[in-house]
Each structure stands twice: as C-alpha cells, then as structure tokens.
C-alpha cells in the first residue's frame, strides 16, 4: 500500500500531467467526478482552456497541470479525490493526512473541539468548529492579529479589552467581526452597505487613522485598479500600523488578471447566465463568459489570481515599508493546520517614521 502526503501527491500528479493529452483527459474525467461528487450543478466547466471548480478560474500556461496545482492552491480539499482519477495515479492511494485528527481550541468562539478529521480542519473554507463555524482562514486571521497586537497568538476569549487600539475590516466574517468590536476600537465595513467603504476611493479623512486593517479574501474582487486599493489600506494606516491580508495566490509565476481592460464594464443576465460587458478606453466592446463568482453579496467576481512573489512586490511598492511577514507557522492548538505552503495570511506593515527602514 502507498501511503502518500498530499506535497508528494501534487508533485507526482504533476510530472505525470506535463504535456500529457491523454492525462489532460483523465484530468476532466476527475474533476467531473469531484463535481458530481459535490452535487454541484452540471455545466460545461472545463473548456476553453479554463478549469472551473467552485472556487476558482484559471487559464492554464500552456499545461494542465499548473491549472491543477492552482485549482488545489484554493481548493486544497480537491487534491484527496485525486485517487479516482481514471486511470489511477497509483491505486490504491491512502492520503496520510485522511486519518490523522486533532483536538483545538478554536481562537474566536474559544470552544474546544474534540477528535475533528485532520482533514476538515485544514480545509481553508470548510467550516471546521462545531460552536462557531470557523474555517481554518478565518483562524489564521485571529492568530496573526493576536501576534501582532499582544506578541502571542490569543484565543479572542483571552485577549485584555484594548480600546486605544483601532481598526476596520473589510466585509469581515460576522463570527469574528463582533468579538474584535468588543475588544478593539474596531468596525467591519462594507461595499454595498453602511458602514460603507469603497477601497478604491477612500476619502483623506480616513487616512493614517487606524492600527490595523483586516482584508481577508476581498482583494480577489477588487475591479480595476488593484494596485491604487493597496495603496489606500496602507493610507488608512497609522504608522507601524499593520494590514492582515489573506487572498488567493499560487506559490510561482506573476499575478494573472482576467480581465486586464476593464474601463466602463457590467453584468449583464440573460437567460439564466450572467456574462460581463466591457468597453475598454479605447472603445473596443468585449463580452466575457465562464465568469466565476465568490458567495456573498456584491460585486464578488472573482477578478485575479496573485502569485506569492507578486503579492510581495504591489505590498512593497503600495507603501507597506515597515516589513511583510508570511505566516507560515502551524498551531494545532489553535486549530490552524496548513495543507499547503501557499494561500497563506500575510501580515503587512508600515514603517514607524516615514521613509525608515524595516527592522
Ligand atoms: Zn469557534
């Protein structure tokens, strides 16, 4: 019997995909069968080069296979049904990970959850704490946060009432938004609703107001001008104040937007599907299809994928010069087990004084 990690896993997956047709075949043969599986609606979701899975869209660079890899990068769950792939990687495949379970404590709601699949908890959307709901990106947020704030990773059941302390969060899960609003000076805020904040165009008195920003998985939908939203979360922070930022991205390559042109753009439904009409500001009219979109209210498009080197750079270069922390550490205790070395939460920092070096 073979027993494999899913790192190992991935890497064989990959270098039997490479160029392969007949692989490219069995490739949607299985992700048919995760689909089914799912009991996700039936649709043409693997064409035109694109690979659909619920989370994600991506145009392959010329190979399977990295669509693959950053199809896991969102939806690390998907790597487990590999073993139906027809014909098989390896039969019989046992993941390593499928009967490991853990005890934690969960870092929001502060339940302790007993004897829960290893590979629930590292699911990074799968709602993982029986009292809560908390996924595991949602607990890596706290736990950065805490690390942050108080210099150790805190259960928000434990962290000292710290009102001088203030904050904003974007579209912020409701089952953390309402702790941090006890604890800190702290309010989430929206696109479509009060309290609202348009990230693209925030206004100068909400400049260097506040101690720390929380973004979590909202800079995927941003439309247009990504770089100019970066610049604002760094504005809105006071200095040595620091964002917490989860989005998306693949571990290699550059930053890939969908939809480079966006100028005057709009969803447009018709018969049952929705398609997004672009004029570019050269006056060029483009229709795209195959649009995914992300649950949630709003403009939940889902508009690019970043890469971990990208990230980096439109960090740096927005005015996040006090230093950029990737958190990469596991804490069981807390709940927070990473399948993956990727799609991980960043923490970025402004300098202290303008224009002084990290550290
Ligand atoms: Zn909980």
């Known amino acids: 019997m073979t027993t494999l990690s899913v790192k190992r896993l991935l890497g064989r997956i990959l270098r039997l995909i490479v160029r392969d047709s007949q692989k490219q075949e069995a490739i949607k043969q299985w992700v048919r069968r995760v689909r089914s599986s799912l009991g996700m609606r039936k649709q043409s979701w693997f064409d035109n080069g694109y690979l659909h899975l619920p989370e994600v869209q991506i145009k392959p660079q010329g190979t399977i296979h990295s669509a693959v890899l950053r199809a896991i990068a969102v939806s690390p769950q998907y790597v487990f049904a590999l073993e139906q792939l027809d014909p098989p990687i390896s039969a019989p495949i046992v993941n390593e990970a499928d009967d490991r379970r853990l005890t934690f404590c969960c870092n929001i709601c502060g339940a302790t959850n007993t004897d829960v699949a290893l590979n629930l908890v590292s699911d990074r959307e799968a709602p993982s704490c029986k009292e809560c709901g908390s996924s595991l990106r949602v607990r890596s947020v706290i736990d950065a946060l805490t690390s942050e704030i108080f210099g150790e990773s805190l259960p928000l059941s434990s962290a000292p009432l710290s009102k001088s302390i203030r904050g904003v969060g974007m579209s912020d899960w409701e089952g ?6 006890r604890i800190f000076s702290y309010h989430n805020s929206f696109y479509h609703q009060e309290p609202r904040l348009d990230i693209t165009n925030v206004p100068e008195s909400e400049f260097e107001k506040y101690d720390f920003l929380i973004s979590s998985d909202v800079m995927e939908h941003v439309p247009n001008d990504v770089d100019k939203a970066f610049a604002y979360m760094a504005k809105m922070l006071k ?44 006056g060029v009219e483009q229709i795209y299809d195959n649009l995914v979109f992300h649950g949630g209210d709003g403009f939940t498009l889902f508009m690019r994928m970043f890469s971990e080197a990208g990230l980096i750079k439109i960090l740096e270069n927005s005015g996040f010069d006090g230093g950029i922390k990737i958190y990469r550490d596991d804490d069981p205790r807390y709940g927070i087990v990473w399948p ?4 991980l939460t960043i923490v970025a920092r402004k300098a202290q004084h303008a224009g002084s070096n990290p550290g």
């Open 340 to 343: 993956i070395s990727w799609c």
């Open 239 to 282: 200095p040595g104040g620091f964002l917490v930022l989860t989005v998306p991205y693949k571990p290699d390559g550059d930053h890939e937007e969908f939809y480079p042109d966006l100028h005057e753009y709009r969803l447009i439904s018709t018969a049952g599907k929705t398609f997004l009409y672009n004029r570019t500001s050269e």
């Open 176 to 181: 953390y938004a309402k702790p941090l609003a």
